[in-house]
């Protein structure tokens, strides 16, 4: 039952991991900065940011935390 649960948790955390990661804004202008010229016209707030970055790498930790439990064994 709770190894169920855990599992169901690493899964989760996996999809929301992956969704977090998409959500970030491209750090660089990649291929399009090859055609285009001048800056880009959207800009994102700085605190979101910051926020969207907390978010991930809490996820990252949760879902490594789980797949070290998962794997260990430890939980029967």
Do not use: C, Q, Y
Not at 12 to 39: C, E, Q, R, T
């Amino acid at each position: 039952m709770i190894k169920t649960t855990f599992t169901w948790l690493w899964m989760l955390s996996g999809v929301l991991l992956i969704i977090s990661v998409l959500l970030h804004s491209p750090k660089g202008d990649g291929m399009g900065g090859l055609a285009a010229s001048g800056g880009s016209m959207f800009t994102s707030a700085r605190s979101a940011e910051n926020t969207l970055n907390r978010i991930s790498w809490t996820l990252l930790a949760l879902f490594l935390g789980l797949a070290v439990v998962l794997s260990a064994g430890w939980l029967g």
